[in-house]
């Protein structure tokens, strides 16, 4: 299995980006998908989730701004960014709780990383 992030980039502060995370691989079932970040000098920390039957979760610092979805037919999930400030500035990374079919059992997986900067 292969997590595909894409869509980071260089934008003006109260801009917008919108970041995917293409899953690819013998999977049965994805369950749930996740945004992580990390900026320089600091742990990576959770942005936002979303399990397979729909439940969200926001770190309370990006509620209001960023809206994560997923599209369960493509294996793909998404992180809309609105609002975006300075202190988004990070490596943004994707992960997914695949079910795999090739070993009947589910595992963790980690994108490349994308890199949202945000300009004051």
């Known amino acids: 299995v292969q997590l595909q992030a894409s869509g980071g980039g260089l934008v003006q502060a109260g801009g917008s980006l919108r970041l995917s995370c293409a899953a690819s691989?013998?999977?049965?079932?994805?369950?749930?998908m996740g945004w992580f970040r990390q900026a320089p000098g600091k742990q990576r920390e959770l942005v936002a989730a979303?399990?397979?039957?729909?439940?969200?979760n926001y770190a309370d610092s990006v509620k209001g701004r960023f809206t994560i979805s997923r599209d369960s037919a493509k294996n793909t999930g998404y992180l809309q960014m609105n609002s975006l400030r300075p202190e988004d500035t990070a490596v943004y990374y994707c992960?997914?709780?695949?079910?795999?079919?090739?070993?009947?059992?589910?595992?963790?997986?980690w994108g490349q990383g994308t890199l949202v900067t945000v300009s004051s």
């Open positions: 992960n997914s709780n695949v079910f795999e079919r090739s070993i009947s059992r589910a595992r963790d997986y």
């Open positions: 691989g013998s999977i049965f079932r994805i369950n749930t």
């Open positions: 979303i399990t397979s039957g729909g439940t969200i």
